[in-house]
């Protein structure tokens, strides 16, 4: 009824604030702390682990952040490419909810790889 245009944004809006809502929690029961960089990446690759997909943690060049590279990308197998660029949408929304649920206010990039994401997570530059 909507469109898949405004489908999406509602989509992405919805995402977000159920990420930042649930990132407290998530944080408690997964067991990782509220803070930086270093923290939100181990919380995203404990999620994205437990989902059953391949993380790898490594610190980036860009920013002084920290890189998350999750292969698999079990959320859309067997989905066409038109339905899993859809939810990435959200499902990339949803998960930069949750780091912007820290206390630090932090850039989340992601950029799609071969067979998954690759999220880098850095301090906000106060100056921006």
Known sequence: ????????????????????QNSRRLSETIGTE???????ARLLAALFEGMGDHV?????????????????????RGMTTEESDDLLVCWIALWQGVVNGHRMFMNVEVERAADGLVWTISRRDRSA
Do not use: F, I, M
């Not at 509220?34 to 939100?40: H, K, M, Q, V």
């Not at 890189?67 to 959320?75: A, D, H």
């Open 1 to 20: 009824v909507t469109g898949r245009a405004r489908a999406l944004e509602l989509g992405k809006a919805a995402a977000r604030l159920t990420g930042l």
């Open 34 to 40: 509220d803070g930086g960089p270093e923290e939100a």
């Open 56 to 76: 790898t943690v490594t610190r980036s060049d860009r920013n002084a952040g920290v890189s998350v590279s999750q292969s698999g990308l079990r959320v859309v």
